[in-house]
């Protein structure tokens, strides 16, 4: 079953997102917590929405989406990660999670919906490419942490 995500479901959510950071070799690089998507997600001003596929032994996976602007194309639906738990890989819940955010775009009015893939990670790519995507390798991510924007504000 694919349902929308509830706060009640934020914790299982976020063994998600370590179990995915530790997969992308990068653990040490989340500072994000239950709490905080608490009070990101279900304030008076959601900055995220999310699915959850689950079945009766729990959920297995999720996908976590918010809306950005393009000054070229107007409302877009930035699908900022699905994650399937690895023993339930390869069984659908990806796919089930892809279309239903994909339904969420057009449900709200979206002109498309993006995201991002990690260049060796061919298993998503290999996923993605099944569906007709664009790949873009023109764009560099740019990046600044908190403690940069405060350094160079202050010194400014």
């Known amino acids: ?4 995500g509830r706060q009640s479901d934020l914790g ?8 995915l950071a530790h997969y992308e070799r990068a653990p040490h690089e989340v500072s994000n917590s239950v709490e905080q998507m608490e009070r990101d997600g ?3 001003n959601p900055l995220f929405g999310f699915f959850v596929a689950e079945d009766e032994r729990g959920i297995h996976g999720i996908s976590l989406y918010y809306y950005r ?3 070229w194309k107007g409302k877009r639906l930035y699908l ?3 994650i399937v738990t690895e ?3 390869g069984k659908g819940w990806g796919k089930a999670l892809f279309d239903i955010t994909m339904q969420q775009a057009l449900e709200d009015n979206c002109t498309g919906m993006m995201w ?3 260049d060796w990670n061919e298993q998503a790519i290999a996923f993605y ?3 007709g995507v664009r790949l873009d390798d023109e764009w560099i991510n740019c990046h600044l942490e908190a403690n940069q924007l405060k350094k160079l504000l202050s010194n400014g």
């Not at 079953?1 to 929308?4: F, N």
């Not at 299982?12 to 179990?19: A, G, Q, S």
């Open 1 to 4: 079953m694919i349902r929308k």
């Open 12 to 19: 299982r959510v976020f063994e998600l997102i370590m179990e």
């Open 42 to 44: 279900f304030g008076a």
């Open 69 to 71: 602007y393009s000054t």
């Open 80 to 82: 900022e990660d699905i």
């Open 87 to 89: 023993p339930e890989r």
């Open 116 to 118: 991002q893939v990690l």
């Open 129 to 131: 490419k099944s569906y």
